[in-house]
């Protein structure tokens, strides 16, 4: 089983910018589409971006322009850059597969963009 330990969160003020770390356990990470999500209080998970083994990646509509994924494959480790923060971007941000079934759910980094 593959465990994902995430980090990075913050709190920040808007527009500014945080990076995120997932660090994957196993040799898997390298041949699987990769995600980030998140969860804001009262409301479902999203996927806000992904990335392919490949290096292609896809963004939500929220994030797109702001947010850039990547991964580093000989690390397992996977990135989300995170610039010109909104209060609206304030989640518990977490990564997993792309597509699917999921691993087990890391403890997530929490992120608050406030003034």
């Known amino acids: 089983q593959v465990q994902l330990v995430e980090s990075g969160g913050g709190l920040v003020q808007p527009g500014e910018s945080l990076r995120l770390s997932c660090a994957a356990s196993?040799?898997?990470?390298?041949?699987?589409?990769m995600g980030w999500y998140r969860q804001a209080p009262g409301k479902q998970r999203e996927l806000v971006a992904r990335?392919?083994?490949?290096?292609?990646?896809d963004y939500g509509d929220s994030v797109k322009g702001r947010f850039t994924i990547s991964r580093d494959n000989a690390k397992n480790t996977l990135y989300l850059q995170m610039n010109s923060l909104k209060p609206e971007d304030t989640a518990v941000y977490y990564c997993?597969?792309?597509?699917?079934?999921?691993?087990?759910w890391g403890q997530g980094t929490q992120v608050t963009v406030s003034s």
């Open positions: 997993n597969r792309a597509f699917g079934t999921w691993w087990s």
């Open positions: 196993g040799s898997i990470f390298s041949i699987n589409a």
């Open positions: 990335v392919t083994k490949i290096g292609t990646t």
